[in-house]
């Protein structure tokens, strides 16, 4: 668990190297990075560079990634998601049948709630890995992979941009509280996890260490925001999340400029709840939000990343192809490439799951959850893009390989 310091004792120093006032500063993890409110609007053209810190300092070594990867996080939370709150006071689960039920108190609110799990065949006292589905799956599972479904209306609703505050997160957390619900959804997935590491394999049939997340279209977007901030998931596949997953929203702007029929920041803020009420400020002022969605790739780094799109144009296919092969720079740094895929197989309905890429997506299931063989190098994306328009700014990629 992290522990959070002031660092009030580092004033002067701080004020020389020109970073924000010491109480705007906090220690994380061996990190020091600006707090959550405390990072400064950019204007940027390019998607911001991951290999830069907020304060302009290089990133260097793989403690400076971690480290980096805290800005990403808090930077996201500041501009789009809203905050991630820590871990709750207290929560207490108990297993019956195939339902586990969690009771979870947050000062004075609590919540209980209840999970259902599908336990993996074989698993033995061990326990074997599931799959979370946010809101449902709509890709083919290997047969020993658990499922663990995860209802994400009911933690954080997503009617219309008013039903921000209705759910058991903000039962919790109170009704203003400012994360979107894609950002509650990470925190509800926290404690389904938490649920599973205290009740241990025996009860559960589920090996904590071995968990997937997925999730199509809007539920697409969730579980690519579970898998960036639950640091505990071990495979993460956002399948069409578009806007808000893997698209970048300068890329959404600049495609929408162009006369794409594509979905934008300045939209989604009026469709519905998945955001912060923090991000209305920025969504006609994208390139001053010194993030963008290839964040969310470097905060799943290095762990295993399937990302599955479609050619539909309401996605976005330039942009999140952009977005994920600049995600997919920040791998190649750290030596791990292929523990990345990008998958973008078109000429299918949304959130059909295209034949084609049953090979690609076992291959990441066999690495990362069933322990064999390495992944497919995946790229399928035939967008014509330009890269440098978008990363042509970027500092040269340090070599941060184990
Ligand atoms: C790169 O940075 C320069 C200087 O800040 C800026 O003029 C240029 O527009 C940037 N390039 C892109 C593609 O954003
Ligand atoms: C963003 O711009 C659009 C189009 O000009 C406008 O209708 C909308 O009100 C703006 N949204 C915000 C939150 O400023
Ligand atoms: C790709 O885009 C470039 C630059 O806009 C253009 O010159 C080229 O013809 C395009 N190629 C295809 C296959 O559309």
Redesign the pocket.
């Known amino acids: 668990m992290s522990t959070l310091l002031k660092l009030a004792a580092l004033l002067l120093p701080v004020a020389a190297l020109g970073l924000p006032p010491s109480d705007l500063l906090e220690r994380q993890d061996g990190c020091t990075t600006p707090a959550v409110g405390a990072y400064a609007d950019v204007s940027e053209k390019n998607l911001p560079d991951p290999w830069k810190f907020a304060s302009g300092s290089a990133v260097a070594t793989p403690a400076d990634f971690a480290c980096r990867q805290a800005e990403m996080s808090k930077i996201l939370q500041q501009f789009v998601l809203g905050d991630l709150p820590p871990p709750p006071d207290s929560l207490t689960a108990t297993m019956s049948g195939s339902s586990m039920s969690l009771a979870i108190k947050v000062g004075s609110n609590s919540k209980t709630i209840s999970v259902s799990i599908t336990k993996p065949s074989g698993g033995g006292t061990a326990g074997g890995p599931a799959l979370i589905a946010v809101g449902g799956a709509s890709i083919p599972v290997p047969g020993a992979v658990g499922r663990i479904a995860f209802g994400n209306d009911a933690c954080a609703a997503q009617s219309n941009p008013a039903s921000h505050g209705t759910g058991w997160f903000f039962d919790l957390h109170g009704k203003t509280h400012s994360a979107g619900a894609t950002l509650a959804w990470a925190w509800c997935v926290g404690r389904i996890i938490d649920g599973l590491e205290q009740l241990g394999a025996a009860k559960t049939g589920v090996d904590p260490k071995k968990l997937a997340v997925t999730g199509c279209s809007r539920n697409g977007k969730g579980a690519f925001m579970v898998g960036a901030f639950e640091k505990r998931i071990a495979l993460v596949i956002p399948q069409e999340s578009g806007s808000g997953g893997a698209a970048s929203w300068r890329i959404s702007d600049s495609e929408f400029a162009k006369g794409k029929n594509i979905q934008t920041a300045?939209q989604i803020?009026r469709e519905n709840a998945w955001f912060s009420p923090k991000f209305?400020t920025y969504?006609?002022k994208t390139d001053t939000i010194p993030g963008d969605n290839h964040f969310l790739a470097a905060l799943v780094a290095p762990r295993g990343l399937f990302v599955i799109e479609n050619d539909i144009d309401w996605l976005g296919p330039v942009s999140t192809t952009v977005a994920m092969r600049a995600g997919r720079t920040v791998y190649d740094a750290l030596g791990v490439k292929t523990n990345m895929g990008f998958s973008l197989v078109g000429g299918h309905s949304h959130c059909s799951f295209p034949s084609a890429t049953n090979a690609n997506l076992l291959s990441f299931f066999n690495k990362f959850l069933l322990g064999s063989g390495n992944t497919n190098d995946v790229d399928t994306s035939k967008a014509n893009v330009t890269m440098s328009d978008w990363i042509g700014n970027w500092s040269a990629a340090p070599r941060l390989a184990a």
């Open positions: 300045h803020v209305t969504v006609n």
